[in-house]
């Protein structure tokens, strides 16, 4: 569990890196890993909850003047770097759960992932 | 200030007096500390005793609308230091030193707050604690200290506490002290004797003043019951970016402005975020604090400086 939320992790990095070129964009078909994005705007997480297929990448980007940061209470990957004006997170979820997750600079700042189990396909974790 | 009679009387001295911008000027007066206003002005007229300076949310690297400026602000301030006609004995930092926790903010920091030639007592902000590994903080400020960063010394009979708040933030939480923190706490003031002077100084309030954004710390009361059984007692702290206060027994809450941006009173905007003001008034809303501490007498007096009244 532990090693399959940290490859997670760095494939969500990796996802996260290259979202501007276009991984998000790809396409609605449904072979193509899905992608939500959360805003962060006014100190809130936007939508404050997100529901998902297993193996979906969360994005969230930061709109406010002031730095934000990523972690979750379960400790399902280790926390995003600092957030400046404009920067974004990523992280693919594999294992189906809720995950509770708060901006730990600003912790009254709270939101959820709920992650179901993809249907209609194998995943390999 | 009339009523310098004795301390019973804090309350109406607290009530006279002013509170305008940029540095509080800190005063202790047989165990209160109160401000004493301008900082030009006060400290040429109560100069005995101790006086020490509070600067707070440097946020070294912010270039946002609210100020692209936070370093020239900052310079400002110090500039206002170095130009008091009576030296402080010392200044605290309340924390948020820099605003991304790199080393290029601290080090700005640290080359603009040293030209005042003050000893800095400095506690850490959520800010200052960014870095991957959080370690840069305690590299630079950490010697001597506890923990993520707390402490404590004496000044001219005075106790002085530096806290931390600002490290292992719970989901949908406050400041946070922690258990290790406050039991250090309890057992670092058992053996005083009541008639010491307490200055408690951290980054996050440690009273409640706006739990909807996160403005207060969550075991900040539980830090206050071992202070209970001292006459005097002042909680400084930062954070919130402007001047607030509350007398509440014997303790005296007072935050301090930032150098760098200012932000909106509790509830008076969507979030808690850096308020853009129209730049003639900025510098209105930046500065600093000072405060005094006189033997046989009961009150601090707390000075709020502006950059500009």
């Known amino acids: 569990m532990l090693r399959s939320a940290i490859s997670a992790a760095l494939i969500g990095a990796a996802v996260g890196s290259v979202l501007a070129g276009g991984v998000l964009f790809a396409g609605a078909q449904t072979p193509v890993p899905a992608a939500v994005a959360v805003g962060i705007d006014n100190f809130t997480f936007n939508p404050q909850t997100v529901t998902v297929k297993a193996g979906t990448t969360v994005t969230w980007t930061n709109k406010d003047d002031i730095p934000h940061g990523i972690a979750v209470t ?20 594999t294992t189906p759960g809720t995950y509770q997750y708060f901006c730990y600079i600003h912790p009254h700042m709270t939101g959820t992932i709920v992650v179901e189990a993809a249907t209609g396909s194998n995943t390999t974790q | 200030m009339s009523d310098r009679d004795d301390g019973v009387n804090r309350r109406k001295v607290l009530e006279c007096m002013t509170w ?19 900082m030009g002005e006060a400290v040429a007229e109560e100069a005995k005793g101790l006086t020490f300076l509070q600067i707070s949310d440097s946020h070294m690297g912010f270039d946002k ?5 936070a370093r020239g602000t900052l310079e400002e301030a110090v500039g206002k230091i170095i130009a008091l006609p009576q030296k402080p ?46 370690k840069l903080y305690r590299d630079r400020y950490g010697a001597g200290t506890k923990g993520a960063g707390w402490y404590s010394f004496d000044s001219n009979g005075v106790h002085f506490i530096g806290l931390v708040n600002v490290v292992d933030l719970k989901a949908g939480g406050l400041g946070n002290l922690g258990n290790d923190q406050l039991e250090w706490l309890e057992a670092d003031v058992k053996d005083r004797s009541a008639s010491t002077p307490i200055v408690v100084f951290a980054h996050i309030p440690l009273w409640t003043v706006y739990p909807e954004w996160g403005w207060g710390t969550q075991d900040g009361a539980q830090a206050l019951t071992y202070l209970k059984k001292f006459g005097s007692v002042t909680v400084l702290n930062g954070h919130i970016h402007q001047v607030m206060q509350k007398v509440e027994g014997n303790v005296t809450f007072h935050t301090a402005r930032s150098t760098a941006f200012p932000q909106p009173a509790p509830g008076a905007a969507p979030s808690p975020g850096p308020m853009k003001v129209e730049d003639d008034k900025l510098r209105t809303m930046l500065g600093t604090a000072s405060i005094t501490f006189k033997q046989n007498e009961k009150q601090l007096a707390i000075i709020d400086t502006p950059l500009k009244s």
């Open chain 2, 89 to 134: 004995a010392f200044m605290i930092h309340t924390g948020d030193i820099s605003h991304l926790s790199k080393v290029s903010e601290f080090d700005d920091a640290d080359r603009i707050i040293s030209q005042t030639r003050l000893d800095v007592h400095y506690v850490p902000g959520e800010h200052d604690f960014l870095d991957p590994e959080q």
């Open chain 1, 74 to 93: 379960n400790n399902a990957f280790k926390r995003s770097q600092a957030l400046d004006t404009d920067d974004s997170f990523a992280f693919t979820f």
């Open chain 2, 20 to 38: 305008v911008g940029t540095g509080v000027l800190w005063t202790i007066a047989g165990g209160v500390p109160h401000s004493l206003g301008i």
């Open chain 2, 65 to 69: 609308p609210a100020n692209p400026n």
